[in-house]
């Protein structure tokens, strides 16, 4: 639809499918959310299908299937400007999730686990039916329309109290941390004057390595305390 009301046809040919192919020649299978990235190009969220992209000539491709880890529904995405896209998604176990994809093709949940209503970081946190994403570009933060909750929510970046970090190691943070599609283990580096541990009672370093199991990482809590001089 241009600025002046004229509307044309873009991809797919009104036929329900998903096929790859150049403007009408394309396929979709009930597409329900679309954002564009910086350059132009645009991603749609199919509710019975995958994670489609449309270049600015009209090629049509397919970037993600639910079946491989997202099981069914994803139902709304918006796209960062490093380029990482993230999907709302009603799984068939019943939970309500956010999803990241990184450009290198690595998934992470971020936040959501069962269906409910709850605030709080990552997976620590509950949607009911999350239905339309948006990326806050002045803020870094992600917007959610969570329709079965009636609100709208937001996701900003994990942040840390280290006000509660005392000299004596006495209290340490914890961040929790899912990961799929992942063909490396997961590095992890500590800021300056902190050290992290996997698990309360592990030994902290400056850095450590967690292994996946087949390309996943699921609810991984790291630790993190002030540096033992």
Sequence with gaps: ITLDGEVSTLAGNGFPGTVDAVGINAQFLFPN???????????????????????????????HTPGNAFDLFQTGVAIDNMFSIYLSVQLGNGNNAIYKLTPDGAGYQIAGSSTGYLDGIGTNTKFFEPTGLAFDYFNDNIIVADMGNHRIRQLTKPSLDFSKMTENNSVAQVISFSGSFLSNNVYLSAPNGYEIAIGENAPYSGEMSISQNDGELSSIKIYIRLKNN
């Design 33 to 63: 959310d679309i954002t564009a990235d910086p350059s132009g190009s645009l991603y749609v969220t199919e509710y019975y299908g995958p994670l489609r992209k449309i270049l600015p000539n009209g090629t049509v491709s397919t970037l």
